[in-house]
């Protein structure tokens, strides 16, 4: 598109949206300021550079296997400096503990440090970006069905340690980048088949987590993550939305609620502002369910729009820390990134350009006819040609030119590796 086209564009649409009372200027201030953390997995499905012919366990799975995946950590980096050159905005990335700089060397989950993710802060400074982490259970000899609630006390105090250390990694991390690092925990420990011990199990949970988080760490944020189930773990999952929920809750720490979490048709945007009344801070997982926890690309739908309406409508941007969780395998990585990235983005914008005083009103004064009407006609007002001319200001692809773009990418970085 062209620039002065974009422009124009734009005008039309600050104006349309000044009869309703939104300014589009201070919206996309406001877009500026969210910054999404990008998922590191999506860049070779979840494989890590402990052993590249791993295989992915703990209920969780990638599916396909397009060409081009990233092998090592030079194209990991790689790809996300791409993505950065095609998503507007400045945006966080999150590592997993498997992610580590190990130089070829065995270095097994009780024994990651610091010092192997120093080249990954250093790469971050150098590309302006800050970090997350979160601690990996699965894909791993001892991860099996259950880690931190199995019951031999050896494997629990394993990934007891493991924790411990991922915690200590993601606070050198906050320390250094001038940015405290979301810790994620979320562990698959659960059952294919009926148990007769939940009871117990959560009680082992509850136990290694008391230990994991005895210290407090004053560059982490932390927040424990919970899933209704796992593929081959379907009958029982130890840390369960209550389980957790009244956790973070005793604990003041933060839960992660992932949209692929809960039951088939529960969505979380409704319990956005349960848990802010009660809880400090948020993190979320934006993925796709489809059928299942699938994982798929992010794309701008329902789920996602009102999710970021309740967090818009809360005033509650600087309170939820926004974090992408999807693998798809069986797409360009790259695409499956920016599309994802700018679905996340174009839901936020339509929450900051809803004209929110006006529906209030309504609202307040029981015009339900007058409120339904204007949010729909909000879905049709013309925010995307506000956010054409965000990508423009900031100076990535404007609408579906990233398609050629990532064409080329894959063409002359991808396909030769
Ligand atoms: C799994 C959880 C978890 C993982 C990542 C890789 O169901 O959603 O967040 O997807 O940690
Ligand atoms: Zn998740």
Redesign the pocket.
């Known amino acids: 598109m062209k620039h002065e086209q974009i422009i124009r564009a734009y005008e039309v649409a600050r104006g349309r949206y000044a009869e309703l009372g939104v300014n589009t200027d201070e919206a996309l201030q406001s877009l500026a300021k969210i910054s999404l953390s990008l998922?590191c997995?999506q860049t070779d499905d979840?494989i890590g550079f402990e052993n590249p012919d791993g295989e992915l366990t703990?209920?969780?799975q990638a599916t396909g296997n397009y060409p081009g995946k990233a092998k090592n950590i030079d194209q990991v980096r790689q790809d996300i400096e791409k993505v950065k050159t095609l998503v507007p905005g400045n945006h966080r990335l999150s590592l997993?503990a498997i992610y580590g700089d190990f130089k070829g060397g065995p270095v097994d989950r009780n024994e990651i440090e610091p010092a192997h993710f120093q080249s990954w802060i250093d790469w971050a400074k150098d590309n302006n970006m800050k970090l997350d982490f979160?601690s990996?259970s699965?894909s791993h000899p001892k991860s099996g069905d259950m880690t931190l609630a199995h019951r031999d006390k050896g494997i629990r105090d394993f990934w007891i340690e493991h924790t411990i250390r991922s915690r200590r990694i993601a606070d050198e991390m906050g320390r250094q980048l001038g940015s405290k690092a979301c810790h994620?925990l979320?562990v698959?420990d659960g059952s294919k088949d009926l148990t007769v011990d939940r009871y117990y199990y959560r009680s082992l949970l509850k136990d290694s987590l008391d230990k994991i988080f005895a210290v407090r760490l004053d560059n982490v944020k932390d927040s424990v993550?919970c899933?209704l189930f796992?593929t081959g773990l379907e009958s029982f999952t130890a840390g369960s939305h209550e389980f957790y929920m009244g956790y973070a809750l005793k604990n003041g720490i933060m839960a992660?609620l992932?949209m692929?979490?809960f039951h088939p048709t529960e969505e979380i945007y409704d319990k956005i502002s349960s848990f802010l009344l009660f809880m400090k801070e948020i993190m979320l997982?934006v993925?796709r369910p489809v059928r299942w926890?699938s994982?798929h690309v992010v794309i701008l739908n329902d789920s996602v729009t009102m999710l970021a309406q309740e967090i818009v409508w809360a005033n509650a941007l600087d309170r939820v820390n926004i974090?992408l969780?999807?693998?798809d395998a069986s797409i360009n990585r790259i695409g499956a990134y920016v599309i994802g990235c700018r679905a996340a983005q174009k839901a936020f914008l339509q929450a900051l350009l809803s004209p929110i005083v006006k529906l209030r009103e309504y609202e307040a004064s029981g015009r339900y006819f007058q409120r339904l009407a204007l949010l729909e006609e909000s879905k049709s007002l013309p925010w995307n040609d506000v956010y054409n001319y965000f990508c423009m200001t900031c100076d990535v692809p404007v609408a579906e030119e990233y398609i050629s773009d990532i064409e080329h990418y894959e063409k002359d970085v991808l396909l030769k590796r």
């Open positions: 998922h997995w979840v703990g209920g969780i997993h979160n990996t699965f994620n979320w698959h993550e899933k796992g992660t992932d692929g979490h997982h993925s926890d994982d974090g969780d999807y693998f």
